[in-house]
């Protein structure tokens, strides 16, 4: 079979306006194309915004086209890092991968490879973070949440994170990994904190403490390769050499025997599994926040939560006030992250996204900016005098934002269309001069204004 022909020269020879028809067909019959294609238009001048309000969208539609519509966000995100975009992007490189991780957690991996579209959110948020370094403290327990609370996926590199950490978030991980590992028997947290003090000891390049790990390791080929390459790279050729010859000379009988896992002992009928009984026969914010009083106090919490939000999650799906009461549970729980997403994935009323987003602001200004905007809209649509003013006072609050997203342009442009499409509502345009923001220069006089 021969190979397609090369289109390419023929479409060239296009205008302008057939290849747009063209490209917006295909577009409608291809839901990544679109989707891909809305992200770049609205991103070209750096509207990070709405590229969060087009994420909203990929994830109220769930399952259905939700792989295929991250991938083109992820697109974006990547095209704008490549271009040295100006605009901080590391707030919505990880919301991608904290949804990503979320739909993981819910739904499992599925036919659209989910999984490899968290594995390249995780790579952009680390370039993200990178080009534009976040608190390194709050960083490096969002690592840990990840890593010791999460699904199992994704598996953070540290490596990739280790210039935005800087020294106070390695500490801080650091810090971590060793009250684990003092405190911790064998299972999963011991595990990650393991795999985390590898990781720390070649971030941090302490050498003698690397090959300690690795040797204490079972015996294998790569684990003694691995050994070679930390040595010889620090220029301790001959201890290299000397460990490569240990290592083809292998010991079997010093190699420990299989030691089988310890029994595990029936779980007791205490407090915990009372507490889990009603959550199960009455799943709530009560029953809920009694179930992590008793498990929390037994060592128990991580394990019970993860069981207790899958349900609460499937709870959510049947309504908005199911979907209110989730994210209210996880603002309770400490965890305003996830439940900004809970109310992004299951469309929580406006009030709970409204009280969210006064909760996240500070820190997550570009998120949040299209949650106030259209708490304006709907101020206006009231049309009243006291609506308005507390529309002038919400414009005011974007303005800051825009600001601190480093997108005052942006806002500029959004306040100009506001004006424009309002423009009769004499009282509006009076209560936003009063606010003290700048008006387009069709509406600054005062017949205009009329």
């Known amino acids: 079979m021969s190979p397609p022909s090369d289109l390419r020269p023929y479409l060239r020879t296009l205008d302008a306006e057939t290849l747009a028809d063209l490209l917006h067909a295909q577009a409608e019959r291809d839901p990544e194309l679109r989707h891909s294609l809305e992200l770049r238009a609205a991103t070209q001048s750096g509207d990070v915004s709405e590229a969060h309000r087009l994420l ?20 974006t995100l990547r095209r704008m890092l490549d271009a040295g975009s100006r605009a901080d992007l590391a707030p919505l490189a990880r919301r991608t991968v904290d949804d990503i991780s979320a739909m993981y957690e819910q739904a499992g991996d599925h036919p659209g490879d989910l999984g490899d579209r968290l594995d390249r959110a995780v790579e952009i948020y680390a370039r993200a ?25 994704p598996v953070i590199d540290l490596a990739e994170f280790a210039t935005a950490l800087g020294e106070p978030g390695l500490r801080r991980i650091k810090s971590t990994v060793d009250d684990v590992l003092a405190a911790s028997g064998p299972g999963h947290r011991r595990d990650v904190a393991e795999r985390l003090q590898e990781q720390l ?25 691995k050994i070679v390459r930390v040595l010889r790279a620090a220029g301790r050729h001959s201890e290299a050499i000397a460990h490569a ?34 959550f199960d026969e009455r799943p709530g914010r009560e029953t809920y926040t009694a179930l992590r009083e008793a498990a929390t106090d037994a060592g128990k919490w991580p394990v019970q939560r993860r069981a207790a939000l899958a349900r609460l999650r499937e709870l959510a799906a049947d309504g908005v006030e199911r979907a209110d009461e989730l994210a209210r549970v996880l603002i309770e729980d400490g965890r305003p992250d996830e439940a900004w997403r809970a109310c992004v994935r299951f469309e929580a009323s406006p009030q709970v996204r409204l009280d969210l987003a006064e909760l996240r602001s500070a820190e997550h200004p570009a998120e949040t900016i299209p949650v106030f ?34 997108t005052p342009d942006e806002f500029t442009a959004y306040v100009g269309t506001l004006v424009e499409t309002h423009k009769r509502k004499t009282r509006l345009i009076t209560e936003i001069r009063a606010a003290r923001i700048a008006l387009p220069k069709a509406v600054t006089s005062p017949r205009a204004a009329r």
Do not use: M
């Open 373 to 406: 905007r259209a708490a304006v809209d709907e101020l206006i649509e009231r049309k009243d005098p006291q609506s308005y003013q507390e529309a002038a006072r919400r414009l005011k609050l974007l303005r800051t934002l825009h600001k601190r997203a480093g």
């Open 56 to 75: 909203d969208t990929a994830v109220s539609d769930g399952n259905v086209e939700y792989t295929a519509k991250v991938g083109a966000v992820l697109d």
């Open 245 to 278: 010859a240990r290592a083809l000379t292998p010991h079997k009988h010093l190699q420990p025997p299989h030691q089988p896992p310890p029994p595990q002992e029936p779980e007791a009928d205490d407090d915990v599994s009372r507490r889990r009984k009603e």
């Open 129 to 153: 973070c990178t080009a534009r370094p976040p608190d390194p403290e709050k960083l490096a327990d969002w690592i840990l949440e990840v890593e010791f609370d999460g699904p199992g996926r």
């Open 201 to 225: 000891a070649e971030v941090l390049g302490d050498v003698d403490g690397l090959v300690a790990i690795l040797s204490a390791k079972p015996p294998r080929v790569d684990v003694s390769l």
